[in-house]
């Protein structure tokens, strides 16, 4: 997986501090975002499945996956309706998918910078 940091370089100035600290935040909380995720989902809870997407949006925007990025906004949104929950289940593997495999490349991105 490719890393796209030039939006986090950009709001951060390039500052490698900020870079790293927002690099460790999304490391640390993404597992556990996933797993409220699919909790909430097989709980039937989607509106607290849409607060939850809702909260990781601006995290994966900022270090650049944008496709998770698209996933979470489209989860939001069919979670606040309640609609097309094979859609939401379908959206849900992809997140966890793509959060297996970006969380190794931001962590070799984060020790180029370090």
């Known amino acids: ?14 500052d490698t501090t900020v870079i ?10 993404i597992p556990k975002h996933t797993s409220n995720m699919v909790s909430f989902f097989q709980e039937g809870k989607l509106l607290d499945l849409a607060r939850e997407a809702h909260m990781l949006k ?3 925007q900022y270090v650049g996956l944008y496709q998770m990025y698209e996933d979470l906004k489209e989860i939001e949104a ?3 309706k309640e609609v097309k929950v094979d859609k939401i ?8 998918t793509e959060a297996k495999t970006s969380v190794p490349a931001l962590k070799a991105k984060r020790e180029e910078l370090a």
């Open 78 to 80: 069919l979670a606040r």
């Open 89 to 96: 289940s379908e959206l849900l593997d992809s997140i966890k």
């Open 58 to 60: 601006p995290t994966v």
């Open 20 to 29: 790293i600290e927002m690099l460790d935040l999304f490391i640390q909380d």
């Open 1 to 14: 997986m490719k890393v796209n940091l030039s939006y986090l370089e950009d709001i951060t100035g390039g």
